[in-house]
C-alpha cells in the first residue's frame, strides 16, 4: 500500500510526535512548482578550499538549459569547469525545526559531490547541519555537523548513491531543539537512527543559529578529491578525479530527484527525541514508498510530471 509523500509526511512526523509527546505543525511546503520559488540560485556561490571543476549558475541560465544537460563535452577546454548549481532557501529554519526530506536519487558518480544541508548566516559560529552528503560511488551517507568543533559522524549504511537510488530512495529526517540535534535515514519500509548529537557534546542553542536549506552538486574538490585519498575508496580506477570532469557521460547519475521537503516547527524546543543514540525508530508503514499520486498534487509519479512541465523533470542535474 503506497502512501502519498504528503501522508508520508504527516506520519513520519506523527511517529516523531509519539516519541516526543511532541506537535509540530507545517511551515515549509516544498514539492512539485513550488520547490524551487523557495530557493535561490546562487550563481557567486564558491569556496576555492571547496569547489572543484563546478560553475553554478543562475537559475534563468539553469532553467533555459532545461536544468539537465549531461552532454557538454569539455575535452579540449583545459580550464572546463561543468555547469552545476548551488541553491539556499529563502527562508531559514529555527530550533525547534523537524525537517523531512524524501526522495527517490541522489546524485553519484566518480567525482560527484552531492549535498543537502543547513547552515547559519555566520559560519561556522552559527554551524552547519549535513543532512545527506558524500561522494564518488560511496552507499552510506555521512552525516556531520559543523560548529566549529567537528562532532562525531556516524554512517549510516545504503543510505546513499546506489545503494539509495536502488531501493527507490527513502526519507531523510532531522530534527533539532535544545536537547540536540537527530537525524533519521528511513529506507523505504524501514528506519532506525542514524545520528544523535545530544546538547552535551554538540551545544544546539549557542552553536546554531537560523539555518538556510541548501542544496548543491560540486565535482571533485576537497571532498571527492582529497589528493585521491576519499577518491580511490571506490574510483581509484579512475585517479585522478580531474580525468573525469570533461566527458559528460560520467554526469548521467548526477541528478536529484526530490519528492518533497517539509519543515515543520514546534512551539516546545526542549524535548529529546527517542531516546537517544542507541534506540531504532519504527517507521513502520509509513514508508512504504511515494510512488502513488492518489489524486493529490504531492504523488511521486505527479511530482516528477509537474516539475518536468517546469523544465526541472525534478532533477536537479549537472550541465
Ligand atoms: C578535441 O580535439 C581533437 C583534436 O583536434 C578532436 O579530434 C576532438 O574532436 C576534439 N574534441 C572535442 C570534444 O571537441
Ligand atoms: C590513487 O590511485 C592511483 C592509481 O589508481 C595512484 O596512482 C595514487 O597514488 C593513489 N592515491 C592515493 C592517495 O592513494
Ligand atoms: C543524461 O542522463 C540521463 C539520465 O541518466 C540519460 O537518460 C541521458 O541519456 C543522458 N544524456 C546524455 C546526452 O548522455
Ligand atoms: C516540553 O517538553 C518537555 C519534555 O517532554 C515537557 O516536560 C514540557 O512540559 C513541555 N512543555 C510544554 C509547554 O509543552
Ligand atoms: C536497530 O535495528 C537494526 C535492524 O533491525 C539492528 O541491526 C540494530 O541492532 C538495532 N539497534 C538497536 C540499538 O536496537
Redesign the pocket.
Known sequence: MLSSPKALGLILASTLAVATAQTYTLSQYLSGDNFLSAFNFIASASDPRNFGFVHFVSQSVAESSNMVDNSTNGANDSTFGRNSFYIESIETMDIGSLLIFDANHIPFGCSVWPSLFTQGQNWPAQGEIDIVENVNLAKDNRYSLHTGDVCNQPLSSNSFGSAFADKGGGVYALLWNTDGIAMWYFARGSG?VSAWYPASSCDPTTSFGPQTITIYIDICGAFADAQGIVFNRTCSQYFPCSSLVADPSNYDEAYWEINYLHVYTSENISNAPATGS???VSATGSTSGSGSNSGSALGGAEFFFVLASLAFLGLLTLF
Open positions: 532506525e542507541s534506540s531504532n
